[in-house]
């Protein structure tokens, strides 16, 4: 776990696939709001860099270019995965029948779980895997604007 709190906002990797590729469904919106996000600390999950930048993207130069400069700026916080992987794992295997969720989304929820970091707004446009735990955090979901009725 880190040292000491970490405040920001975090990104799912649809979001950031959405931001820089012009075919996808959510493109202009998740454009939009990459711009107003430039001055804000971005948390990035080692698990969201992999899944990014997977074989697909990567044969995408503009794309894997685009992202680059996101991960050179100064205000993105590079999280280690370290801390969640084995739990994350047997979690993944053991909820798999029941609820379906990656082993990259079980990482971002143990993220967005962890105390030490202030999560303002997680950035996805698949909110099912991550509402509950943003919930009890009071972290909105953008854009779908789901925020706990503690810290509103």
């Given amino acids: ?6 405040r ?13 590729d012009r075919r996808d469904q959510h493109h202009e919106e998740a454009a939009e709001f990459f711009e107003r996000i430039s001055y804000r600390i971005l948390l990035m999950p080692w698990p969201i860099m992999y899944e990014v930048l997977r074989t697909r993207t990567v044969k995408n130069t503009p794309i ?3 992202f680059e400069r996101v991960l050179r700026r100064p205000k993105v916080v ?31 929820r143990a993220v967005l779980a962890d105390d030490e970091y202030e999560i303002s707004q997680l950035l996805t446009f698949d909110p ?3 509402v509950d735990v943003c919930k009890r955090r009071g972290i909105t979901v953008w854009p779908y604007g789901v925020r706990s009725r503690h810290r509103q």
């Avoid at 920001?8 to 696939?17: E, I, K, M």
């Avoid at 995965?81 to 029948?97: F, G, N, V």
Wanted: hydrophobic fraction near 45%; include cysteine.
């Fill in 8 to 20: 920001g906002l975090l990104a799912d990797t649809n979001f950031w696939l959405a931001a820089f």
């Fill in 78 to 108: 590079k999280l280690d995965d370290r801390p969640y992987r084995t739990q994350c794992l047997e979690e993944t295997i053991t909820q798999a029948p029941h609820r379906p969720i990656s082993l990259v989304d079980m990482v971002v």
């Fill in 128 to 130: 099912a895997d991550f």
């Fill in 64 to 66: 894997v270019r685009s």
């Fill in 1 to 6: 776990m880190p040292t000491s709190s970490v």
